[in-house]
């Protein structure tokens, strides 16, 4: 059974960094693309990031390109995102996703809250 | 950027109604949409891939269609556990793009 768990999140001050993680169990992480999705409260969902199956391309969403930064790890089956300069504007849940090139977000995890105030 | 925009925002609907919601892409992106629900506090759960096919497990009640820009979910028979908001996501450029979401309320 696919499994996704993040962590990381917690209340940061205007300007702080936070580092997100996401533990993957249950396929060959290896073998996968894999993304980061986000949703403000009360809000729509918003795509942040893919990252390919060796790590080799990343994708930002325009809004966040040098603040963001995607990475894995496919040796501890870990996926993460470095968060720089963070803003109000960037509190929300944070998803890690399964997906691939093309494909849609097959599997989520249950998310990880990150609130951005001081 | 592909601008996804759904229809309607909000709809009531009686259980065992059919509820159909459209989403609009700004250019054609083929087949390359898919279709999410999302129940209050959890995560979204992907229901139809590809325009048209059902993820695995997805009751046969939720369908889809539609190509280019014009594409539609369709629940048959909505029971009171659809009460949920759908999204639907391209997956043919980037960014990656949603809808803003329809909440679908059960009268």
């Known amino acids: 059974e696919v499994h996704l768990v993040e962590s990381g999140g917690r209340l940061v001050q205007p300007g702080g960094s936070l580092r997100l993680s996401c533990a993957a169990s249950?396929?060959?992480?290896?073998?996968?693309?894999m993304s980061w999705v986000r949703q403000a409260p009360g809000k729509g969902l918003e795509w942040v990031a893919n990252?390919?199956?060796?790590?080799?391309?990343?994708y930002y969403v325009d809004s966040l390109k040098g603040r963001f930064t995607i990475s894995r790890d496919n040796a501890k089956n870990s996926l993460y995102l470095q968060m720089n300069s963070l803003r109000p504007e960037d509190t929300a849940v944070y998803y890690c996703?399964?997906?691939?090139?093309?494909?849609?977000?097959?599997?989520w995890g249950q998310g990880t809250r990150v609130t951005v105030s001081s | 950027e592909i601008v996804l925009t759904q229809s309607p925002d909000f709809q009531s609907v009686t259980p065992k109604e059919k509820v159909t919601i459209t989403c609009r892409a700004s250019?054609?992106?083929?087949?390359?949409l898919h279709w999410y629900q999302q129940k209050p506090d959890q995560s979204p759960k992907l229901l139809i891939k590809?325009?048209?096919q059902s993820f695995s497990g997805v009751p046969s009640r939720f369908s889809g269609s539609g190509y280019g820009t014009d594409f539609t979910l369709t629940i048959n028979s909505l029971e009171a556990e659809d009460a949920a908001t759908y999204y639907c996501?391209?997956?043919?450029?980037?960014?990656?793009?949603f809808g803003q979401g329809t909440k679908v309320e059960i009268k």
């Open positions: 996703a399964r997906t691939h090139d093309g494909w849609p977000f097959d599997y």
């Open positions: 249950g396929f060959i992480f290896g073998n996968y693309w």
């Open positions: 990252i390919k199956e060796d790590g080799s391309e990343k």
């Open positions: 250019q054609s992106i083929g087949s390359s």
């Open positions: 590809f325009a048209s």
């Open positions: 996501h391209q997956s043919s450029y980037f960014p990656w793009t």
